[in-house]
């Protein structure tokens, strides 16, 4: 029997583990209040894709203890769980409200890409200037459109109070009541149609820009101010790097406030659906492209001994895997975004072709990979990330179409093998691509599995209305 450890028992254990061995002798004085150390926290897409219940093996937890994702997602819980003394109480409660609105000039972000956040200090009070969240943009970029923006004073706004961050109006300048323009980059020309990610300090943005038809991995150290013009609500006024003479890419690691980018190209082939998944602990970054490539990078962002203390190396492909640095999945046609396990080590990543593909560190196939979830056709494919629970080992994956022009399905796979434990029915198939599902709060917090319940929309057996499904679990954890 496999023993059950809370994430948040082990965090106290850890503490009071700490404390004890901080305690004073006899004699040595009053113990001194600890400053509580600053600590930045990213939000970005991989955050949803790949989850941590709290509940789990002793072996799992103590081996998450050094995945940055697993830690952010502990404390997120745990914030949370500060508002449970009053539950009960009655809150007035407003509804949904748009707090500011900014263009992005002639494109925003892609459908089902998300934007990504930098808490400077989840410690403190949120900062105005510090706190930032930055936005791809899935037009062409030039000297007025930018493709990356990003803005801070985020917490402005008149609805349903005044916010924190809000200002007195400069006429033709400042608004005073909406965020502002932190900085806005052109690069290289292209699209950003994926979502970006930040590294753990905030101070790099990786993400993957199109133009030609080509994908290029890109990390860009922002500086405040770049492409910032007189007035802080616009964004067309964007600093351009596109390896020009006047323009140049960064040939190292880009430093830090710099205003510098890197700039990596990924095969021949664009990127549509899979935005880069970046694993912190070693320092790569897995992205796929239009014909099935899984490509890893290596010193993404420059932040082991290995690359800091080296020659500070650009980004570059990490040639142990595939050989050259990518890998052909199997599937001709468009990936998701991929997700790593921290644990194990294994990615996994789904296909237009309708397969959930499954992959070791080294590039090795799983026992059971590909696994076949649509029937791939136009609404038969895997258009989201899989989503990916560690501390279980479970891997779950939609598609709008089953086999045979079959019901939409949601899948439950094994993390080690990928063999299938269930597949859900959802209804009439065949008429849309399926997103990512969402798990309910009991999934992260409750040992018993029975409480458990994974939501996904679909339509009736009869496709004439949408329907909200949800997907309950048995003893075993077996959907």
Not at 200 to 208: E, R
Not at 273 to 281: A, E, G, I
């Amino acid at each position: 029997m496999r023993k059950i450890v809370s994430a948040s028992r082990l965090a106290v254990f850890a503490l009071c583990a700490l404390s004890l061995a901080g305690w004073p002798a006899h004699g040595q004085g009053k113990i001194k209040k600890p400053a509580l150390v600053r600590q930045g926290m990213v939000q970005d897409w991989s955050h949803r894709h790949v989850v941590y219940p709290r509940g789990g093996s002793l072996r799992t937890l103590m081996i998450l203890q050094h995945d940055p994702r697993a830690m952010q997602s502990w404390q997120a819980a745990s914030r949370a769980n500060w508002h449970r003394p009053f539950k009960g109480r009655n809150f007035k409660k407003s509804g949904f409200h748009r707090d500011w609105s900014i263009s992005l000039g002639a494109g925003g972000t892609a459908p089902a890409m998300y934007p990504a956040k930098y808490n400077f200090d989840v410690n403190a009070t949120p900062s105005c200037t510090n706190d930032f969240i930055v936005y791809p943009v899935n037009a062409a970029g030039g000297a007025s459109q930018p493709n990356l923006v990003g803005f801070n004073n985020l917490y402005s706004g008149t609805v349903p109070s005044n916010g924190i961050c809000n200002r007195a109006p400069v006429a033709s300048v400042d608004d005073g009541v909406s965020a502002t323009t932190m900085w806005s980059y052109n690069i290289n020309g292209g699209t950003v149609a994926t979502s970006p990610a930040l590294s753990l300090d905030g101070t790099k943005v990786a993400f993957v820009e199109t133009v030609g038809g080509v994908a290029h991995f890109h990390v860009l150290a922002w500086k405040s101010g770049d492409g910032v013009g007189s007035n802080l609500q616009t964004v067309t006024g964007p600093v351009t790097i596109d390896g020009t003479l006047l323009h140049p890419f960064a040939t190292n690691a880009p430093v830090a406030g710099s205003g510098t980018a890197s700039d990596l190209t990924l095969g021949s082939a664009a990127d549509t659906l899979s935005s880069p998944f970046v694993d912190y602990y070693n320092d790569l970054a897995y992205i796929g492209n239009d014909t099935g490539t899984l490509y890893r990078v290596k010193d993404v962002f420059c932040f082991t001994l290995a690359c800091s203390g080296g020659t500070t190396p650009a980004p570059s492909l990490d040639t142990t895997w595939g050989g050259s640095g990518a890998l052909a999945t199997g599937c001709a046609g468009k990936l998701s975004g991929p997700v790593v396990d921290g644990v194990t080590g294994n990615i996994f990543v789904g296909c237009a072709d309708g397969k959930l593909y499954g992959f070791t560190s080294a590039g090795v196939a799983l026992a059971s990979s590909p696994v076949t979830v649509g029937d791939g056709t136009a609404k038969g494919g895997i258009v989201d990330p899989p989503m990916l629970d560690v501390t279980n080992g479970f891997v779950y994956v939609v598609s709008g179409s089953s086999p045979s022009s079959g019901p939409a399905v949601l899948v439950q796979v094994k993390e080690s093998n990928l063999t299938v434990t269930s597949t859900a029915t959802l209804g009439k198939g065949n008429v849309f691509n399926l997103h990512a599902p969402s798990f309910n709060d009991a999934y992260f917090s409750s040992g018993t599995s029975s409480n458990w319940l994974l939501y996904e929309w679909a339509y009736d057996s009869g496709g004439t209305q949408i329907e909200l499904y949800a997907a309950a679990f048995d003893g075993s954890r077996n959907m």
